[in-house]
């Protein structure tokens, strides 16, 4: 049977490693991990993203890697906040595009254009929705101060309760 795992994974398995820039990448998957994970930022500067692209471009250079990825959330957050139409997303997709002509001169630059493949993905799209009444307030049906992190906003939260609080009935508020 087939097993699903972040695409950092099968590089591993290979003899070469993934290099990672995102959210979870210093969490162990079927018993890999990527060789270089950099800290996550969550709403990532201009300056973020172009050093990423930087490292992830040494890295695959020297050969250390045979494989980079790099998470980009400045459109996602700037949507979420603010909506798809929004002068926010329009300046973060300027940013991005910025940084995706720096990618490819410095592809150019370190005469790397036979070697590499760019993809490109999204993790959703967005649409504008009227989602003030449709909000769900997580303090009234948990207790936060029970709780390490919480991650996004929106539709799909991600918690970390502290350690066991989880199992136990006061973590969940009737």
Not at 70 to 87: A, R
Not at 96 to 105: I, K
Not at 117 to 141: A, C, P, R
Request: charge should be negative.
């Amino acid at each position: 049977m087939p097993r699903i795992a972040p695409p950092f994974v099968a590089p591993a398995l290979q003899p070469q490693y993934g290099f990672l820039t995102s959210t979870g990448c210093e969490i162990e998957i079927l018993g890999v991990r990527p060789s270089f994970c950099e800290e996550y930022v969550y709403n990532p500067s201009e300056k973020n993203l172009t050093d990423s692209i930087e490292n992830a471009l040494s890295v695959l250079r020297s050969g250390q890697a045979g494989m980079a990825a790099i998470y980009y959330e400045k459109i996602d957050v700037e949507g979420h906040h603010f909506g798809p139409d929004s002068h926010q997303v329009r300046t973060a997709v300027r940013q991005l595009d910025l940084a995706m002509q720096m990618l490819n001169s410095k592809i150019k630059e370190k005469n790397m254009v036979k070697q590499l493949n760019i993809m490109l993905f999204s993790d959703h799209g967005m649409t504008n929705i009227q989602w003030m009444e449709k909000v769900i307030e997580l303090d009234k049906y948990i207790n936060m101060s029970d709780t390490v992190k919480m991650m996004d906003r929106g539709p799909v939260v991600s918690l970390w309760p502290k350690d066991n609080k989880y199992q136990e009935d006061s973590f969940f508020r009737p």
